[in-house]
């Protein structure tokens, strides 16, 4: 009893075989066409506006994803923030989050989007040796050659952009760190506490990330008032908060989404491909430049992506085989 209304919609619908073939690459669109909306606007709000309250942002974003989650909760359904299993096994992956948060904003302030999606693009590299250190996941031959090409393929793109700040290549090459860790502790964290599913992981690191970007947000507040004093700015963030914080409640959503149905390489990869639009977007809109050896480093670095998601299908239908074979046994 108390199943919230996600879990009860998203349990329902599992046992649907089409669904279930079909959750993978649907979780996965989802999440990249939200992160390609947040990767967007948080440029814009770091580099174009230059709005100095990032943490009041994040913190902002968290409140809102934690009371829609109470919200939309049904009568009688209570999450359990303060269990003692829920508290043992979520902290680490509570910091991971917020870390990313707040370096991947602060990249953006010292890169371009080409150069912030090329490093954010060794997510998959990152997954691959993290997955196996802390799950005990043994990538195929198939997923280990997509990454493969793709850090290469990383390589080549940022060899081809002509722009480089070494404080932003570190906070990126952080962020990307950070990003696939929490990724990869969420799932060990839904390994370890059955029953726990994206949406509660969802709501417990929005909660529990209050404790980071409260501090952090209040000693931003001298320079965020000194910034709203100026003519047309609380206009401004009124207009921008809205949005900003829907697209980042829903790219909390789908990221565990994402990996709930898949893996954190996957979601890892996701993140790859939607840097290759993302890139295009900087390239257009943000006065970005690549050369030639640039444009080939993203070209290989959609081919790798298509190598592991051919590789992740077939993994699937081979598990889907023995299992079927398994049931007949029985």
Not at 80 to 90: A, S, Y
């Amino acid at each position: 009893a108390g199943l919230s209304i996600q879990q009860s919609l998203w349990m329902a619908s599992a046992s649907s075989s089409p669904w279930k073939q079909l959750e993978g690459p649907v979780s996965a669109a989802a999440y990249v066409s939200m992160s390609l909306t947040m990767t967007t606007m948080t440029k814009y709000a770091a580099s174009v506006w230059r709005f100095p309250g990032s943490s009041l942002l994040l913190l902002i974003e968290c409140w809102a994803t934690v009371l829609a989650l109470l919200a939309t909760a049904p009568k009688g359904y209570k999450y359990k923030p303060f269990c003692r299993t829920t508290l043992m096994n979520l902290p680490l992956v509570t910091v991971a989050k917020a870390l990313n948060m707040y370096l991947s904003f602060l990249a953006m302030k010292h890169t371009s989007l080409p150069i912030y999606n090329v490093l954010k693009r060794l997510q998959p590299a990152y997954a691959l040796v993290q997955d196996w250190l802390i799950r005990g996941s043994v990538p195929t031959a198939g997923e280990r050659l997509g990454v493969a090409v793709m850090c290469l393929a990383t390589a080549a793109t940022g060899w081809g952009d002509l722009e480089f700040q070494p404080l932003g290549y570190g906070v990126a090459l952080l962020a990307a760190a950070c990003q696939s860790l929490f990724l990869v502790l969420a799932r060990h964290a839904q390994d370890r506490v059955p029953g726990l599913s994206h949406v509660d992981l969802l709501f417990y690191t929005a909660l529990y990330n209050t404790v980071v970007f409260v501090p952090l947000s209040l000693t931003e507040a001298g320079e965020i008032w000194r910034f709203l004093s100026e003519p047309g700015e609380p206009t401004r963030l009124l207009l921008f908060v809205g949005p900003y914080v829907f697209i980042g409640a829903a790219l909390n959503f789908t990221t565990f989404w994402c990996t709930s149905a898949t893996s954190p390489l996957a979601t890892a990869v996701a993140g790859n491909l939607k840097g290759v639009l993302s890139t295009l977007i900087g390239i257009f809109y943000f006065s970005a430049l690549l050369t030639p050896i640039g444009w080939l480093g993203i070209m290989g670095n959609t081919f790798g992506g298509f190598i592991f998601s051919a590789a992740q299908l077939s993994k699937k239908r081979r598990k889907s085989d023995v299992g079927r074979a398994g049931a007949d046994v029985k």
